[in-house]
């Protein structure tokens, strides 16, 4: 499949703004952390058409994954697994030692999801959650509290080259 994913002009953030919602359904939350957490975004299109958006914060160490998201009509096909790989391979050619990303305790798919990209989980954010206006609950439990999860690119770069010797 023709994937093409690159960093989003300014002008193109209100367009990303609603696939970004799926990640963040906050709006004023995703508004303040697009102006003060991430300074880069992602898009990303196959064959032309928008399937996918994310945000970095790449001036902070360890660098973060912010907010990642796949039209919900496209999840399932592999972009997640490969919009991961893409930042993971830039964080790599900006000679970042680690990455780091966080999803909600209460999301079960996404802690599936992010050790399927390699990731192992890391430690806690308690109550990072305090900003939400009312409870927001996820497969039965309020949301609240913070994985985050952190993939040692030195690791698995020693990995991948093992498994090349190997072969
Ligand atoms: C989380 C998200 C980015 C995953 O993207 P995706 O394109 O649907 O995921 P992929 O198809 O690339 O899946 C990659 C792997 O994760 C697994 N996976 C994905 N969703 C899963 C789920 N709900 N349950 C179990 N496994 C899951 C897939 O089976 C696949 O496994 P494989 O590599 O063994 O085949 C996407 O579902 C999404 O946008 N969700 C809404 C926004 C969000 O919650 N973002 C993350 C928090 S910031």
Not at 131 to 149: K, T
Request: hydrophobic fraction near 45%; aromatic fraction near 8%; proline fraction near 3%.
């Amino acid at each position: 499949m023709q994937l093409d994913i690159r960093e989003a002009r300014r002008d193109e953030l209100e367009t990303l703004f609603p696939l970004l919602l799926l990640a963040e359904p906050s709006a004023s939350a995703l508004r303040w952390g697009l102006k003060n957490l991430s300074d880069a975004v992602y898009r990303m299109d196959a064959r032309g058409e928008l399937v996918g958006a994310a945000t970095m914060r790449w001036r902070r160490d360890p660098c973060e994954m912010l907010e990642l998201a796949i039209l919900r009509e496209r999840q399932g096909e592999g972009l997640g697994k490969r919009f991961v790989a893409w930042l993971v391979a830039e964080a790599r050619r900006r000679g970042q030692p680690e990455i780091i990303v966080g999803t909600s305790t209460t999301s079960a798919a996404n802690i599936i999801f992010y050790q399927k990209c390699g990731f192992r989980a890391d430690h806690v954010r308690h109550d990072y959650f305090w900003y939400y206006d009312e409870p927001v609950r996820e497969n039965g439990l309020v949301v609240r509290d913070m994985l985050v999860f952190r993939l040692d690119l030195a690791a698995a770069t020693q990995r991948e080259e093992m498994m090349n010797d190997e072969r």
